[in-house]
């Protein structure tokens, strides 16, 4: 492949968004590795016998979890019935699954009711039931209780304080799972013999499963002594409700491992998956490919000057690989939302990137072959309905007031309505997946 001619940094960059969001959608990843055959069902290698039990009990939770249970009812036909509880609009008819629609990123009233059907249904079960969950991004508040003493708004305030001043999902994760009275495996704990198998599509970095939906059928080695000082040295504890604090403390004194066994746990999908499947898309299309990171944390303001710092290197000195170059990173950048404008961080990246590829102009380093790229793989970046966005210097040009008016979207967090006038959207639509983000930069 290294003489075919690379293509254009815009068409690479539509191949790569389809073809890594397509690797990790259910509809794929199900049909190579969940098959019956008679009454012996294959799931993600992990073999089981049907005529052991009654029936599958099912639970599906988070972004992927309508389109995950799609595949296992089209495999198991009348054998399953269950609940599925997602903040992505109904979409499938599933005969025998009750649907709720919850809430994103902060739970609502629906994500409760959600929680407490979730709670009965698996509580009673018995040994003769196989319980089947298809866990995914967005199901901590897809199925969301709050402890007694804590209110849902109490949980919302304290969730917006923490994403509006930059704090990790890690640490907002770790946080709210010891909030969730089914979070850090209790919902497993419910019914500790009944056989159990986890299928996980992961959303964070490092694919930590407790981290995964606030983990609520695996273990979990932290406390709520964890948490609270989590809030402590984040410097936010006049920031969150006067219930958050008080309560972990108590809850922390109190604490015991939630105990189960017979618990069964296959992640299927991560960003791995997904840049491993850009990586390709890169290496056929002529391009010099490198996968840096698939760890990638960081402010989106910050993380916009590494890449941009990288593709300067490639264009002067084509380090660390030379042109025609792709540079992939996933993970998940964070962002300080100082405005009431309209983007997430993967638009806020882009456009901060444009910014510094403006000014490079003035210092007579322009950086002029180089285009910049990041979206979210389940197609919806912040309050916008974009997945995120590409720009290049050639996206400068147009810009009617220059450097001022990109300063003025970004002081407003107005990234998507930037876009939105000058071109760069990346839109997807909703994908049925979520493996965090993929980012990088093209130099053509």
Same mark, same amino acid.
């Given at each position: ?109 629906? %994500?409760?009711?959600? /929680?407490?059907? &979730? #709670? *009965?249904?698996?509580?009673?079960? $018995?040994?003769?039931? +196989? !319980? ?78 407790? %981290?995964?939906?606030? /983990?609520?059928? &695996? #273990? *979990?080695?932290?406390?709520?002594? $964890?948490?609270?000082? +989590? !809030? ?213």
């Amino acid at each position: 492949m290294k003489n075919q001619r690379a293509v254009s940094a815009e068409r690479l960059l539509q191949r790569i968004v389809e073809h890594s969001i397509n690797t990790v959608k259910p509809s794929t990843l199900f049909e190579h590795q969940f098959h019956l055959t008679a009454d012996k069902l294959n799931s993600f290698g992990y073999s089981i016998d049907l005529r052991n039990y009654r029936e599958v009990k099912c639970v599906a939770i988070g972004k992927s979890a309508e389109a995950m249970a799609f595949e296992v009812k089209r495999k198991l036909g009348g054998r399953v019935n269950g609940i599925i509880a997602t903040p992505v609009e109904r979409h499938f008819d599933i005969e025998d699954f009750k649907f709720f629609h919850t809430g994103h990123p902060f739970p609502n009233e629906e %994500s409760v009711k959600a /929680g407490k059907a &979730v #709670r *009965d249904f698996v509580a009673v079960s $018995d040994e003769k039931d +196989l !319980l089947l969950f298809l866990i995914s991004g967005g199901g901590s508040a897809s199925i969301f209780l709050p402890p007694e003493g804590v209110s849902l708004d109490d949980i919302k305030q304290m969730t917006k304080a923490l994403l509006d001043n930059g704090v990790s999902i890690w640490k907002i994760n770790l946080i709210r799972r010891h909030l969730s009275v089914l979070g850090g495996g209790k919902l497993s704990a419910l019914v500790p013999k009944q056989k159990k198998i986890s299928l996980i599509i992961s959303d964070v970095a490092g694919d930590d499963v407790i %981290s995964i939906a606030s /983990g609520p059928t &695996v #273990r *979990d080695n932290t406390t709520p002594n $964890d948490a609270y000082r +989590l !809030l402590e040295k984040s410097g936010l504890k006049d920031k969150v409700p006067k219930s958050i604090l008080p309560f972990l403390e108590k809850a922390g004194k109190d604490f015991a491992i939630p105990r189960f066994e017979n618990n069964v746990v296959r992640m299927i999908a991560s960003n791995a998956d997904a840049l491993s499947a850009a990586e390709k898309v890169g290496i056929e299309n002529g391009f010099n490919t490198l996968v840096l990171t698939r760890f990638f944390e960081m402010d989106a303001e910050n993380a916009a000057d590494f890449l941009v710092s990288i593709a300067r290197s490639i264009e002067l000195e084509g380090n660390p690989i030379p042109a025609p170059a792709l540079i992939l990173l996933g993970g998940e950048t964070t962002v300080r939302v100082k405005g009431n404008g309209k983007g997430g961080r993967n638009q806020h990246l882009v456009l901060t990137a444009l910014r510094k590829l403006a000014a490079l102009s003035r210092n007579n380093s322009v950086v002029t072959r180089t285009s910049v790229f990041s979206f979210g793989t389940d197609g919806k970046d912040g309050n916008s309905d974009d997945a995120g966005a590409f720009a290049s210097f050639n996206t400068f040009e147009k810009v009617d007031g220059g450097l001022e008016e990109i300063e003025r979207r970004i002081s407003s967090n107005d990234s998507n309505s930037f876009f939105r006038k000058y071109g760069g959207l990346i839109t997807t639509g909703p994908t049925d997946t979520n493996v965090m983000d993929i980012l990088g930069i093209i130099v053509a």
